[in-house]
T-cell receptor, first 113, second 114 residues
Framework: QKEVEQNSGPLSVPEGAIASLNCTYS??????FFWYRQYSGKSPELIMF????GDKEDGRFTAQLNKASQYVSLLIRDSQPSDSATYLC?????????????FGKGTHLIIQP | DVKVTQSSRYLVKRTGEKVFLECVQD?????MFWYRQDPGLGLRLIYF???????EKGDIPEGYSVSREKKERFSLILESASTNQTSMYLC?????????????FGEGSRLTVL
């Protein structure tokens, strides 16, 4: 059984600070890693993906992947109140996506003005 | 813009009723998925389909079936609804393989079974 673990939170961060969201996964052969953002009452939307070890930056967002530690993280710099949402980590397992994405339960992030 | 439309946003059904949840996408995507989302349990995959008339079981298929007669439409069927199927149901689609990760979700169908 593939597992994707996230701290459910809530994680409270002051406006302007860096928010750090973490995710671990159980399938060592996992290939692709994604971060989705879900506002309350809305559907998830993709914000970042990463395939290789290291960092990937996109605006205020940085995804970090460490396959040896089976760990992926999302950093949000200069956090804004509009970043308040639930962030879902998702993983494509060693089956290569034949069975879709496996999602974590999400971390609820609150940015305090 | 990719649009995934779920026909019903809110449904209330009685135990034992047959329930149809419809999903239509307008971007000619090959792959379509049905998830349910519950507090504390996250998103869980029920069924998915990579082609017309093709279906594969996800992690929690029990109590559900699906139909994909046309490429753009993927239906989730609850043959005999039960209270433990009260949930938010999310349909999603993607082109190519899921390795790209970009699932486009519909707005969701919140089902209450009494």
């Amino acid at each position: 059984q593939k597992e994707v673990e996230q701290n459910s939170g809530p994680l409270s961060v002051p406006e302007g600070a860096i928010a750090s969201l973490n995710c671990t996964y159980s399938d060592r052969g996992s290939q692709s890693f994604f971060w989705y953002r879900q506002y309350s009452g809305k559907s998830p939307e993709l914000i970042m993906f990463i395939y290789s070890n290291g960092d990937k930056e996109d605006g205020r967002f940085t995804a970090q992947l460490n396959k040896a530690s089976q760990y992926v993280s999302l950093l949000i710099r200069d956090s804004q109140p509009s970043d308040s949402a639930t962030y879902l980590c998702a993983v494509v397992g060693s089956g290569g996506g034949a069975d879709g994405l496996t999602f974590g339960k999400g971390t609820h992030l609150i940015i305090q003005p | 813009d990719v649009k995934v439309t779920q026909s019903s946003r809110y449904l209330v059904k009685r135990t034992g009723e047959k329930v149809f949840l419809e999903c239509v996408q307008d971007m000619d995507h090959e792959n379509m998925f049905w998830y349910r989302q519950d507090p504390g349990l996250g998103l869980r995959l029920i069924y998915f389909s990579y082609d017309v008339k093709m279906k594969e079981k996800g992690d929690i298929p029990e109590g559900y079936s699906v139909s994909r007669e046309k490429k753009e439409r993927f239906s989730l069927i609850l043959e005999s609804a039960s209270t433990n199927q009260t949930s938010m149901y999310l349909c999603a689609s993607t082109a190519g393989t899921v390795n790209t990760g970009e699932l486009f979700f519909g707005e969701g169908s919140r089902l209450t079974v009494l």
